[in-house]
């Protein structure tokens, strides 16, 4: 019997491994790490992840791990015990939890069993993601004698608390020119350290806006349930679209404390039929693959990486203004509105619902931006060459203190 094995690769998968040999210079035994014959010296990064990020950023976060086991590189991720992670079982990540005991007056106990697990895995670099550890990133670079970098997801503030430890990193990275203005302004005096890495995002060949004309529209935003007033306008405006006969369907993605307010606004204006309310699903892409319309609500500070990736499945963007992701331009990639004005969401969503090649192409263009600016191998790439610059300019700052 012939057996066939297919192998799927990335179509860059070389240039990983060449970027990363260009960027090796020191051999493993100079850094006291044994890998068999090979006597390049491995990235072996440590990924700090909370909660918040994980929520956020799982997708990501997980094409990363696959990108440095596709290098050949052995990560380390840590992060709470009891959070469902499953999303960052990789090959060659080893998951440890922290912290190991619950009660705050065991911090310093937890934080010893870190580093001594840590001092087992021989990292190379510490990669934080701000806001949440960048203090405990700082204390194991020290302890470790490792550089350690921090990606900024959101807009950090100069009067940041964080600020001393942050001021440690080898590298600050960010994934959209508005945030890197932003960290320049925070940290000013570390914008020699602050590096564009992409949230990379892979893009559909087809493009799932409108993909069968003929069905009702189904529209998705996938935003916290924090705030009723921010949904009324939108409710306001389905119920506008109702009453002229369109045929749509609203899925509102998303849980937290205005949830029973909002499900009350949805039956008073009568809404039930056509409005529900799910919590977060993974995997997000198949349920967005599922829809048309892509509603960003509201700028949250964040980077919105849900939106990227209804962007790469090929939804059509309304919504509010992004001043963080830097991914809407009006009429280009989006169709933009005033998230406080009914009329204007109304206005939006029904030029999109009865132009809908319209919409598609929309769509289109956002998949095409995404190409050029979010691969998924660009971002691979950028985030060896910081691990690489991060050991680099600490290797050099040694020499110097040693001059």
């Known amino acids: ?47 700090l992840i909370d909660q918040g990020v994980y929520s956020n950023y799982a997708v990501y976060l997980r094409r990363i791990l696959i990108g440095l086991a596709d290098a050949g590189d052995p990560a380390a991720v840590v992060c709470p015990g009891d959070m469902d992670a499953a999303l960052l079982d990789c090959p060659m990540v080893e998951k440890i939890d922290y912290p190991a005991l619950r009660l705050g007056i065991f911090s310093a106990t937890n934080r010893r069993i870190l580093l001594e697990r840590l001092k087992r895995f021989k990292p190379t670099v510490i990669h934080a993601f701000w806001p949440g550890q960048a203090e405990l990133a700082a204390f194991l670079s020290e302890s470790l004698d490792v550089p350690f970098v921090i990606t900024f997801h959101g807009r950090p503030k100069r009067r940041d608390r964080r600020r001393k430890a942050m001021s440690g990193a080898a590298r600050l990275l960010a994934p959209s020119d508005v945030l890197i203005k932003h960290v320049a302004a925070a940290l000013p005096a570390m914008r020699q350290r602050i590096e564009h890495v992409p949230i990379g995002c892979y893009v559909e060949d087809s493009c799932a806006c409108f993909a069968r ?163 998924v191998s660009c971002m691979i790439e950028n985030v060896l060459s910081a691990y690489a610059a991060a050991r680099q300019s600490v290797k050099k700052q040694s020499v110097h203190a040693a001059g």
């Open 213 to 375: 004309m003929d069905r009702p529209a189904s529209l998705i935003a996938v935003h916290p349930l924090d705030d009723v007033r921010l949904f009324e306008p939108l409710l306001g405006a389905v119920r506008h679209l109702l009453l002229d006969g369109f045929e749509l369907m609203l899925v509102l993605m998303g849980s937290g404390k205005a949830e029973p307010a909002v499900r009350r606004q949805i039956r008073s204006l009568g809404l039930t039929p056509a409005v529900t309310i799910v919590p977060l699903m993974r995997p997000l892409r198949t349920v967005l693959a599922g829809a048309d319309v892509f509603l960003h609500l509201h700028d949250r500070g964040l980077f919105n990486a849900q939106m990227l990736e209804a962007m790469g499945v090929g939804l059509a963007i309304a919504g509010a203004e992004d001043a963080t992701s830097g991914l809407l331009i009006d009429g280009q990639t989006a169709a933009l509105w005033d998230g406080k004005d009914e009329m204007s969401i109304y206005s939006c969503l029904k030029r999109l619902l009865s132009q809908r090649e319209s919409a598609r192409r929309l769509a289109l263009n956002a998949q095409a931006f995404l190409q050029q600016q979010c691969g």
């Open 1 to 47: 019997m012939m057996r066939i094995v297919i192998i799927f690769a990335p179509a860059n998968w070389k240039n990983w491994t060449q970027l990363l040999r260009r960027h090796r210079g020191s051999t493993m035994a100079e850094n006291g790490f044994s890998n068999g014959s090979d006597s390049a010296a491995a990235i072996r990064p440590v990924l």
